[in-house]
């Protein structure tokens, strides 16, 4: 694959620069529809699929988000004799099993057979071989045998199927030469399609298929697989930009895919705060505020640690205020704001808020408790 | 968690072996003999007998005595090897209602894989003797070369004997397996498995913990007993030469004549020459005849030569798959009673240019090799794995009566292929799909493993719609088939099991009935008056029915209530069949009052 002005390579990734603020940035709606697909994991010549753009063009604009600062590189996309190209937590070894196989599963379409068994375009037979048992030793089915989650099973007979092919080609010198062919002839042929589409415009075949990519994407969405769900959306954008249903579900599976980042930290931020480990609840509830703002669950826990255990009822306050403006009908941050009034000396307003809380859930311990003992202190 | 043993369900002998503070080892039977006559015999008074004894008494009870009966596993009636079986093994073969092969004994008639749950359950016995607990879980080896049918038989079996059968796994790769384990070795290994009754040769790469089968072939019919029958033919040629009589019509004298043969064989392996005497084998107008031959070892060779080198045309197929030559093999294993024999041995020798690997059991290694696997798919953490291969290509009949092939031999399980077909007529709503093993260009020179039918396609012109078709080999090396109209994504699936004769319903039925196996003697009388009143009720409803037409519905219940009542008759469950009487009276009286 030749190599553009900007002198990147087309297994480069870029991604955004932070530093930059991209607003205050000259760039034409190419240039800003290419720089809105950058993310940090497709590659330049992946970029340069999706966005669909003559070679000139892409390498125009490219140069153009380079020059503004707009991005850089991050990483390159296995460059030979890398190990397997299959996700940081991989590589870590700390990712549990289960999640090794998602994230390799995932992963696994859209390496070559070198990137999956983790070698160079140069690697011997032997070489091969070896990768391939090294793969084969984790990953084989027979490592969850009758293991309770289906899922995990199915993507595992799909994983071991994906590294025995590209055991199998690339230990075949014929099959090997003929796949390695292939990819030049991909690349090829796209910029041919590129080429046919602009002459003939088969408008509606490609509305359609970028209309089937879309209702693919629900589905993933619906099983939860965002990663595909992503995927299918942004090639369905790069055959039909014009339709907003398409950048709107992507927004929706990125707010979806942080809520539930978020819910996890929630559970084990819970698990802190109920074996005593305030500093590191209050992190990870942060956390889970920051990715899913519109949660008011996030805040009165956090509220509840700032008010307890940092003595700080200022912050807490507002955070609770915040949660109330999210869902007015949570007992909870009534049972909060009572307490930071009453730790400020405010007896009547803090009875005030028990007693608010108490009209959603008359039957709240707590609430119960606090609110006779405030009556008492009378 | 419960242990896990293997079990090596063999022609002529079973041995089962389990894995204890990580070492396998075979257990020994209740006689201290490590192996177990695959012989299943009903003696005069209705016992069961397995095993030993079950053997010792073949010569005054053959008629009732079943041996080698995994030569029929998973065939067809109409198969050339069964048309071979039928003429030489004393007891009868019957053919069963879906074309598979029924053994009747002592008036009983058993499936093969109802004989196989028996042995098994036997090997369980044994396993659950010495270890003193009950035992569920087991690896049962199978012969490389045994095709779907066969292997899906002998699932079966241990599904009716109770196991709960981890894997099925190939004899010659758990050999493989057994001489490997803890070994740490790199090496490219040949199995060569000549035993009772199949032969197969395996060519393995071993590394890092990895066995991974390169290449696997075989002949299921051929084995040891091969060699005994051409002992047999000597024998009663010579007899009938001086005598003038046959001793193979005789099937007692046959009997003793094979017992002779297989001894003779065992000692000829050690002796250059051997006697072998059966007094009173016949009896003419002149008296009482005797028999008396003397038998060399290379007269033995002569006869076999043929044989033995018939495994070799296979080990070339196998090396020439793998993509080797018969030096680039480092270790050669043998595996099988039959290779003992020194000629055997000599070939080997010869053939792969090296002495065979010493020090590795015959019988007793797949056994081994099979716990072994056991433990690997219960221990999260073992670091070996085993990669196995399918010996057959699979695929579907395409019009013109081609074999097109989905899966090639020696392709890695498991394994999922997929593939479109289209119709071959204008307008053409239905689909016929014949599934196929084997290596013939010609559908009809293969082995069909099933059918079925995709209907509902919409008429479009020949080669508009879209089939597609998806393979499935599991690690067992069994396989599923479904095909899917793309246009209505209408899709049918079968587990292939037509040859094996059993379905999942019939297979249910004899664990459930195996459970209460005593009361069938006893209620044999109850049984035939219960038949005799289900089918006149039958009788009535069919003529009814066909006066009144009260339409489909009807006409249903009573094919269903029919069905249900023959099975019962069949498997001579009395109580299932009281149930079903009622119902079907009920039926008769209410259409009766219509």
């Known amino acids: 694959m030749s190599n553009n002005k900007a002198g990147f390579g087309s297994q480069d990734i870029p991604e955004i620069n932070k530093a930059v603020n991209i607003p205050s940035l000259n760039l034409t709606a190419t240039e800003g529809f290419v720089l809105s697909q950058v993310d940090g994991r497709m590659t330049i010549g992946e970029l340069k699929l999706i966005s669909n753009l003559r070679e000139k063009e892409f390498a125009d604009v490219l140069d153009k988000l380079v020059k503004a600062g707009a991005v850089k590189i991050k990483e390159s996309r296995v460059p030979a004799e890398k190990k397997p190209l299959v996700s940081k937590e991989l590589k870590n070894g700390t990712a549990s099993f289960e999640d090794r196989v998602r994230s390799l599963y995932l992963d696994m379409e859209s390496l070559t057979h070198y990137d999956l068994l983790g070698i160079g375009k140069n690697a011997t037979n032997e070489e091969i071989k070896k990768a391939f048992y090294r793969m084969t030793k984790e990953f084989h089915p027979d490592r969850f045998f009758r293991g309770g989650d289906v899922e995990v099973r199915e993507r595992l007979q799909n994983i071991f199927a994906r590294i025995n092919d590209a055991y199998k080609t690339l230990l075949d010198p014929n099959k090997r030469r003929e796949y390695d062919a292939g990819f030049e002839e991909i690349e090829d042929r796209l910029n041919m399609l590129v080429e046919d589409k602009r002459k003939n415009n088969p408008f509606m075949e490609t509305i359609l298929k970028s209309k089937r990519l879309y209702e693919g994407a629900l589905e993933e969405i619906k099983r939860k697989n965002y990663a595909a769900a992503k995927q299918n959306l942004k090639i369905a954008i790069s055959l039909d930009p014009f339709n907003k249903h398409y950048p709107e579900t992507l927004l929706k599976i990125d707010k979806l895919e942080s809520a539930e980042q978020a819910r996890r930290y929630y559970s084990a931020a819970l698990v802190h705060e109920s074996e005593g480990r305030y500093k590191e609840a209050a992190k990870l509830y942060r956390e889970a505020m920051v990715l899913d703002s519109e949660n008011e669950l996030y805040y009165i826990r956090l509220a509840k640690i700032i008010l307890q255990q940092e003595n700080n009822p200022e912050a807490a306050k507002k955070l609770v205020q915040k949660a109330i403006e999210l869902n007015p009908g949570n007992p909870e941050q009534y049972l909060i704001l009572g307490l930071i009034f009453r730790e400020k000396g405010q007896r009547e307003a803090a009875i005030a808020q028990f007693e608010k809380g108490l009209k959603i859930d008359p039957d709240h311990k707590e609430l119960v408790k606090e609110f006779k003992r405030t009556k008492k202190g009378k | ?594």
């Open chain 2, 1 to 594: 968690m419960g242990k896990v043993i293997g079990i090596d369900l063999g022609t002529t002998n079973s041995c089962v072996a389990i894995v204890e503070g990580g070492q396998a080892k075979v257990i020994p039977n209740k006689g201290g003999y490590r192996t177990t006559p695959s012989v299943l015999a009903i003696t005069e008074d209705g016992r069961r007998l397995i095993g030993h004894l079950a053997k010792r008494q073949l010569i005054t009870n053959p008629k009732n005595t079943v041996y080698a009966s995994k030569r029929l596993i998973g065939r067809r009636w109409d198969s050339p090897e069964v048309k071979r079986a039928k003429a030489s093994y004393p007891f009868d073969l019957i053919e069963g209602s879906n074309g598979d092969i029924r053994v009747r004994i002592a008036n009983k008639e058993l499936t093969l894989p109802e004989i196989g749950a028996m042995v098994l359950q036997e090997m369980k016995n044994v396993a659950e003797e010495y270890l003193g607990e009950e035992v569920k879980q087991a690896v049962v080896t199978v012969p490389a070369y045994f095709n779907d049918s066969q292997r899906q038989a002998t699932k079966d079996a241990g599904v009716i004997a109770g196991l709960d059968v981890l894997r099925i796994i190939n004899e010659p790769t758990a050999a493989a397996l057994a001489y490997g384990h803890g070994k740490g070795l790199t090496q490219t290994i040949a199995v060569y498995d000549l035993g009772g009754g199949t032969f197969d040769i395996s060519i393995l790469d071993v590394a890092e913990g990895v066995f991974e089968v390169k290449a696997t072939s075989g002949d299921t019919y051929l084995g040891g007993d091969d060699f005994d029958d051409r002992l047999i033919d000597h024998m009663a040629e010579e007899f009938l030469k001086k005598e003038g009589i046959d001793l193979r019509r005789d099937r007692m004298a046959l009997q003793r004549l094979k017992d002779a043969a297989e001894k003779a064989k065992c000692d000829l392996s050690g002796a250059p020459k051997t006697n072998i005497n059966l007094p009173f084998i016949a009896t003419n107008e002149t008296g009482p005849k005797h028999l008396e031959v003397a038998v060399t070892r290379e007269e033995l060779e002569g006869m076999a030569r043929d044989l033995v080198e018939r495994t070799f045309d296979i080990c070339k197929r196998a090396l020439q798959d793998a993509g080797l030559k018969s030096d680039d093999i480092d270790q050669v294993i043998l595996v099988g009673g039959q290779t003992r024999m020194p000629m055997v041995q000599k070939r080997v020798q010869e053939f792969f240019g090296k002495q065979p690997r010493k020090g590795v059991h015959p019988d007793e290694v797949v056994a081994l090799g099979a716990s072994i696997q056991g433990e690997m798919l219960l221990q999260k953490d073992s670091d070996m794995i085993l990669l196995d291969v399918t010996p057959l290509s699979l695929g579907i009949a395409t019009f013109g009566g081609f074999f097109t092939k989905l899966i090639e031999r020696n392709t890695t399980i498991p394994v999922h292929r997929e593939h479109v077909f289209t119709t071959a007529a204008d307008n053409q709503t239905t689909v016929k799909i014949h599934v196929l093993q084997g290596e013939s260009d010609r559908a009809a020179d293969n082995e069909l493993l099933g059918q079925f039918i995709l209907s509902g396609i919409p008429p479009a012109p020949r080669g508009a719609p879209e089939i597609e078709v998806a393979f499935d080999i599991d690690s067992d090396g069994i396989v599923s088939v479904s095909a899917r109209d793309k246009a209505t994504g209408m899709q049918q699936s079968i587990t292939v099991t037509a040859s094996s004769g059993l379905s999942e319903d019939e297979i249910q039925w004899m664990v459930d009935s195996s459970k209460n196996y005593e009361v069938e003697l006893k209620s044999e009388a109850e049984l035939k008056k219960l038949r005799h009143e289900f089918e006149s009720v039958i009788k009535r409803l069919r003529k009814l029915i066909e006066e009144k037409k009260p339409g489909d519905i009807v006409s249903e219940q009573l094919e269903v209530l029919d069905k249900k009542g023959h099975k019962a008759i069949d498997y001579a469950d009395v109580e299932s069949l009281k149930k079903l009487l009622p119902e079907t009276q009920a039926l008769l009286k209410e259409l009766q009052q219509k």
